[in-house]
């Protein structure tokens, strides 16, 4: 009954509700054209001591429109499932010998040195520095990236439903305000009064808010998480 998410298949109904392929097909051209080490020495100077994406410059002809994604259409993604987009040096799990593979074939093909290799995956597969659905991807320019490869299991269908708790403040409070209604409506009623009337069951309520806000008080600041739009390309696990 519950079929488990396949993210490549959302991000591509993310991207076809912002762009059409021939849209996608004439701008990725258009950047491909661009003179490439003149903008990213400006945006070396302008981000310095930071380096900018690095671009790879691909055989137009040969890319599959599917696998073109704007960074927008990753981040909206990420913040809706709680991942992370990340450098590949951050990633700890094995990089799988099928990626490898269509990394060699694509560099062959394109004639090029393929460079900037990023991964969408859950925070516990990245090696994060202190302050489950892989997807492989190699940036092409101006925010478009294109997805090599994907492997492993499809997130749970219930991934989505927690981490909608924790894209905003706002949701964390009416996920906790709901979760404290319900377990104040099982509490059973001959617990602290034999006739419970509204506002007995009111202050059983605030009991329950209050401990369920302290946990999750806890666990958000104090064990250093925080919100899907914060941590969604951060290297950080307490970013």
Not at 94 to 118: C, N, Q, S, V
Not at 162 to 179: C, D, G, Q
Request: aromatic fraction near 16%; charge should be positive; proline fraction near 4%.
């Amino acid at each position: 009954m519950w079929n488990r998410t396949n993210i490549e298949d959302k991000l591509k109904k993310s991207k076809a509700k912002a762009f059409k392929e021939t849209d996608i097909l004439d701008q990725v051209a258009a950047i491909l054209k661009e003179e490439d080490r003149k903008e990213d020495e400006i945006m070396l100077r302008m981000k310095s001591p930071q380096k900018p994406t690095p671009r790879n410059h691909f055989n137009i002809d040969l890319l599959e429109t599917d696998r073109i994604y704007h960074v927008d259409q990753i981040k909206d993604i990420c913040i809706t499932y709680r991942l992370r987009f990340l450098d590949t040096k951050y990633f700890k799990n094995e990089i799988p010998y099928e990626a490898l593979m269509k990394i060699k074939e694509m560099e062959k093909e394109h004639d090029i040195t393929m460079r900037g290799f990023k991964i969408v995956a859950p925070s516990k597969m990245f090696k994060l520095e202190n302050a489950d659905d892989p997807l492989l991807f190699a940036p092409i320019g101006n925010g478009y990236f294109y997805l090599i490869h994907k492997w492993g299991n499809d997130l749970t269908p219930f991934r989505k439903i927690w981490a909608w708790s924790f894209k905003s403040f706002e949701n964390l409070i009416f996920s906790t305000v709901i979760v404290s209604l319900l377990a104040a409506y099982l509490i059973p009623n001959g617990l602290f009064a034999k006739n419970p009337t509204g506002v007995e069951f009111l202050l059983i309520f605030f009991f329950t808010f209050k401990s369920i806000a302290s946990m999750v008080l806890y666990y958000s600041f104090a064990a250093g998480k925080n919100f899907n739009t914060a941590i969604w390309n951060s290297k950080y696990f307490n970013a």
